[in-house]
């Protein structure tokens, strides 16, 4: 069953940090099965919740999704990627 992990960026505070981890991550997401499914500013239809950005993407399955984070492949992308931003992740099963 598909997974999807919801990127919420709610901070940038250092671009070119960001903008390095935006060029390496896509073929460490591809390795893990990940396709990018959306990219953009969020259209909050209701409630008070504004990220600056959303990323949906989409894993064969929760425990892809859960390699793909977990794995020495993206550990030093998560950590350029924390040293100059705030995002939050969340993985959902689809249906």
Not at 72 to 82: G, H, I, M, T, V
Request: aromatic content about 10%.
């Amino acid at each position: 069953m598909a997974a999807y992990l919801v990127v919420e960026v709610n901070e940038i505070s250092d671009q070119a940090l960001v903008g390095q981890y935006a060029e390496q991550v896509p073929p460490v997401v591809e390795r893990y099965g990940g396709r990018y499914i959306a990219r953009g500013p969020a259209a909050v239809l209701e409630g008070d919740h504004q990220p600056m950005m959303l990323v949906l993407l989409e894993f064969p399955s929760m425990e892809q999704l859960q390699a793909f984070y977990a794995s020495d492949d993206y550990a030093p992308l998560k950590a350029l990627r924390q040293r100059g931003s705030n995002f939050n992740f969340l993985g959902v099963d689809g249906l």
